[in-house]
């Protein structure tokens, strides 16, 4: 296991994540858990970051849009913020896919699933993947079930070339036009290709990355200018990056500044 990270929001809270088993490293970036007890009327901003996800509650579940979450959730890729209070003791485990990963254990294209959680059993409905999780004793167990799982859901392993075009996409002044030459397809193909193995546009999946770098810079150097943050990100002014961050975190730079909570940082790539 790796303890890479580790939250001190509300009573003994603590965020850990764990490396998957080599044979998923090209498609699950990272196992993630959370535990400890929530703080009264807490709420936490979980933002884009260009991956989908799995999410096991094995204590009290989350609660979003005045409803509890089911106790097993699918995440499809998020183009906008989503707003969750942790109730409770709270005991949540995660399955992070890299940007195309989800892609390699499931039969339907990623866009079906874009901006919408749905209960896992919807996904993979003969797994149990709660009652499998909850019954092991150690969290050493819980990673190996979850290795288990998914290494017998594993159909196809990632293209090489679209994994290059993924990288590409996360370089500062990456064009569409020229990664679909690299890729020996049309711009269309390229387009369609890209929604069916991540969900999004090649150009939607860009910003997220550009947005996510630029949470990154700014932790970074925190006493740098948003200018000057905006323009080492690739932003072409500073307007850009405020528009991109009015549609993924649902207000301004400051705004989101003022209001990030340790746990919505974890997310960030």
Same mark, same amino acid.
């Given at each position: ?13 603590? #965020? ?76 949540? #485990? ?29 996904? #993979? ?19 190996? +079930? ?18 290059? +075009? ?60 948003? +200018? +000057? ?30 209001? #990030? ?9």
């Amino acid at each position: 296991l790796q303890r890479l990270r580790e939250w001190g929001g509300g009573e003994g809270m603590k #965020f850990l994540t764990h490396a998957p088993h080599p044979a998923l490293r090209a498609v699950v970036r990272t196992y993630w858990t959370l535990e400890g007890v929530a703080m009264p009327d807490q709420e936490e901003r979980i933002l884009p970051d260009g991956h989908g996800e799995i999410v096991i509650h094995l204590g009290d579940p989350f609660w979003h849009s005045n409803c509890p979450q089911p106790g097993s959730l699918w995440i499809g890729q998020m183009r906008t913020s989503t707003d969750l209070s942790p109730r409770g003791r709270v005991s949540a #485990f995660g399955v992070s896919f890299t940007p195309h990963g989800a892609a390699a254990f499931t039969r339907f294209p990623q866009h079906e699933t874009v901006d919408r959680i749905v209960p896992l059993e919807d996904v #993979f409905p003969r797994d149990a993947w709660r009652e499998r999780l909850g019954n092991e004793p150690s969290l050493a167990e819980r990673v190996a +079930a979850a290795d288990e799982i998914l290494l017998r859901r594993f159909q196809r392993p990632p293209d090489r070339r679209f994994t290059r +075009a993924l990288a590409y996409l996360g370089q500062t002044r990456a064009s569409i036009d020229s990664l679909a030459t690299q890729c020996g397809v049309s711009r269309r193909q390229l387009e369609r290709q890209f929604r069916s193995t991540t969900g999004l546009s090649p150009k939607t999946m860009h910003r997220i990355f550009r947005f996510q770098r630029t949470l990154g810079l700014r932790a970074a150097k925190p006493e740098e200018s948003w +200018a +000057a943050i905006a323009a080492e990100s690739g932003y072409y002014d500073q307007s850009h990056l405020i528009a991109d961050f009015r549609q993924f975190s649902g207000g301004t730079p400051q705004g989101l500044e003022e209001s #990030f909570t340790e746990l919505g940082r974890h997310f960030v790539r």
